[in-house]
């Protein structure tokens, strides 16, 4: 079923969108769930939460990309996942690892005045990201963004562990110049 019909079916408020939705999108929600949270039962969780928040901000929102507005849903929920079992307890996992490699370039904080930093910071990222070379762009986009493991981007992109490791640590020093350029960290 394409994208527009799933929309619809969420503003017509059809119990079937859920299903056509994840007959379409709950593999790559699982995966993103998975890659950030580490098992099954927490991605499956993460994902059923996803159809849930999806169903509930649709009303509000018509995506033009369903895949993206379902895997940002996704990505998210699995983050809070991952903070509020590291508040319980404090341990490894991909994904505080990744976060913790990024630690180093962007400034933290959760305060009030901050959220107009965060948004600028946002788009910042962005642009950096858009002007990398492709082969920077997948590597730090599927680490970063889908949380994966050296492992599986270097089985992924066929490059060795080495390079990979590599193009994430130059990649984080041009971040970390960027942003200090733009006078965001």
């Known amino acids: 079923m394409e994208d527009e019909m799933i929309v619809d079916l969420y503003w017509q408020r059809s119990d079937l969108a859920i299903s056509e939705t994840d007959k379409k999108y ?8 998975y890659n950030i ?3 099954d ?13 999806a169903w509930n901000l649709m009303p509000d929102q018509r995506p033009a990309v369903l895949s993206a507005f379902l895997g940002r849903i996704t990505r998210n929920i699995a983050i809070n ?3 509020a079992k590291t ?3 404090r341990g490894g996992g991909e994904a505080a690892i990744a976060l913790d490699e990024l630690e180093e370039c962007i400034p933290g904080g959760t305060e009030p005045e901050r959220v107009l930093e965060e948004k600028e910071l946002e788009t910042a990222i962005g642009s950096f990201v ?6 920077e762009r997948t ?3 599927l680490r970063y963004w889908y949380v994966a493991s050296i492992d599986e981007i270097s089985k992924k992109l066929r490059f060795s562990k080495g390079k990979i490791k590599s193009i994430l640590f130059r990649t984080r020093g041009k971040l970390r110049r960027y942003l200090q350029e733009e006078k965001l960290c």
């Open 26 to 33: 709950g593999r790559y929600c699982h995966s993103i769930a």
């Open 37 to 39: 949270c580490g098992t």
């Open 41 to 53: 039962e927490d991605a499956e969780e993460c994902v059923n939460d996803t159809w849930l928040r």
């Open 81 to 83: 996942c991952i903070k």
């Open 87 to 89: 508040r319980l307890k």
């Open 130 to 135: 858009s002007g990398l070379s492709d082969a």
């Open 139 to 141: 590597v730090f986009v």
